[in-house]
């Protein structure tokens, strides 16, 4: 099972683009965004098993290293639905998008109705579910081994196949972009209010993350649905308008295993797939809602919020510091600049050297305790005159505070 340099690209690139597509859908569940969760979900597994299959089927001996039984039944089941899948979560996407701005059905808009999820589970998960468990029909074997890409399905030259599986993948292309359309076209009509619209609504979503959700949205429809077009026109050409016979098909020789090997020339799949699973992770791995989101995850975890480290000679202002003032209008002396002015009487002398007269300040009561040095400040005999040179207004303060260490 050893891995040629092919091998180990796929595998490892599969495996990243896995990793990287878990943030988008946790952001994305938070959000209870069904379809661009199921969406990260197909992704998540074809990257998934492209993975594994790389591991498995990689080397020269690929055709006999192991058949792997169970584990190929099911993952050609869920491989034949994703296809379809991907196409149906992106359609639905941009048609939550669409109502959303086009602002008119309410029932549909109300976060407490439960409209909008059953329309969104329907619209993602029905016709992969359906093409699940009817493609076994058309398979010509019951699953076939290429290298690189792993087990697959071969399904049987027939019309039948192109109702059961292939057209399905056309049908979804065509709604999508229908409604990135009529998307685009009421964004750019409502474009001045669309704020206001999103707020309305409750989407949930602000201009950044609708922006960010139509961006998405363009980006798997210009690279599924071209792919998508030329598969069916390549199966219609292919299959035919071929008869159709299940006994033929499901012949005594159904479960025998085939191995092939077309090199480099079936990647195309698990390659566009990781492309899809950066720019994802671009997309909503790296914002600001992702940021915070991660941040919650290692303070989760044991991290704690690391502060700034500061000396801790320095005298700071204790939390205690409490005061009662009756300020002016005209009064621009603050809190900090008090303290800071009474610091200045303390230790001019480093400062200045020895002064020759003290400073203009309230006099100064100095009381130890077992929690700091309290700085109790009380009014000298100062004339009126030099207070307001000091303070730059009438005011009446009494100063209580705690300098501790930090």
Not at 167 to 182: K, M, P
Not at 205 to 212: D, G, M, T, Y
Not at 369 to 391: A, K, M, N
Request: charged share 15%; net charge neutral.
């Amino acid at each position: 099972m050893a891995l040629d340099a092919q091998g180990s690209c796929i595998a490892a690139f599969s495996f990243i683009a896995f990793v990287l597509l878990i943030p988008p859908f946790f952001y994305h569940h938070r959000q209870k965004n069904i379809p661009a969760c199921s969406l990260i979900f197909w992704l998540c597994y074809e990257n998934l098993i492209a993975f594994v299959n790389a591991l498995i089927w990689s080397g020269e001996d690929f055709d006999v290293v192991t058949t792997a039984p169970g584990y190929c039944d099911v993952t050609v089941r869920l491989t034949s639905g994703a296809s379809s899948g991907k196409l149906c979560c992106i359609a639905t996407v941009m048609f939550n998008l669409f109502m959303i701005i086009r602002a008119e059905n309410h029932k549909f808009l109300n976060p407490k109705s439960k409209r909008r999820p059953l329309t969104n589970i329907a619209m993602c998960w029905i016709t992969p579910i359906f093409v699940m468990s009817t493609s076994i029909i058309v398979q010509a074997t019951r699953y076939v081994i290429f290298r690189y890409r792993g087990c697959l399905a071969a399904y049987a030259y027939s019309y039948l196949t192109l109702i059961l599986v292939q057209i399905w993948n056309l049908v979804w292309s065509v709604v999508a972009l229908v409604f990135a359309l009529l998307t685009l076209i009421t964004y750019l009509k409502k474009r001045r209010d669309i704020k206001d619209i999103l707020r309305c609504t409750g989407s949930g979503l602000n201009q950044r993350r609708f922006a960010r959700l139509v961006i998405f949205s363009l980006l798997i429809i210009f690279v599924l649905v071209p792919f998508a077009i030329y598969n069916f026109v390549n199966a219609a050409d292919t299959f035919g308008v071929s008869t159709f016979n299940l006994k033929e098909i499901h012949n005594e020789y159904w479960g025998t295993i085939y191995a092939f090997d077309y090199g480099t020339s079936q990647l195309a799949s698990p390659i566009i797939n990781i492309c899809l699973a950066f720019c994802t992770f671009i997309l909503f791995g790296l914002g600001t809602d992702a940021l915070s989101m991660y941040r919650r995850f290692l303070r989760f975890i044991g991290f704690k919020k690391i502060s700034k480290g500061s000396n801790s000679d320095d005298p700071v202002i204790s939390t205690e510091f409490t005061e009662n003032k009756h300020l002016t209008r005209d009064t621009v002396q603050t809190e900090g600049t008090m303290a800071t002015m009474h610091e200045l009487t303390d230790y001019k002398e480093l400062v200045f050297g020895e002064a020759e007269q003290s400073l203009d300040s309230p006099d100064t009561l100095i009381k130890e305790s077992d929690i700091g040095v309290t700085y109790t400040l009380t009014p000298g005999d100062h004339s009126s005159s030099d207070i307001e040179d000091q303070i730059s207004g009438e005011t009446d303060i009494n100063f209580e505070f705690h300098v501790v260490p930090k």
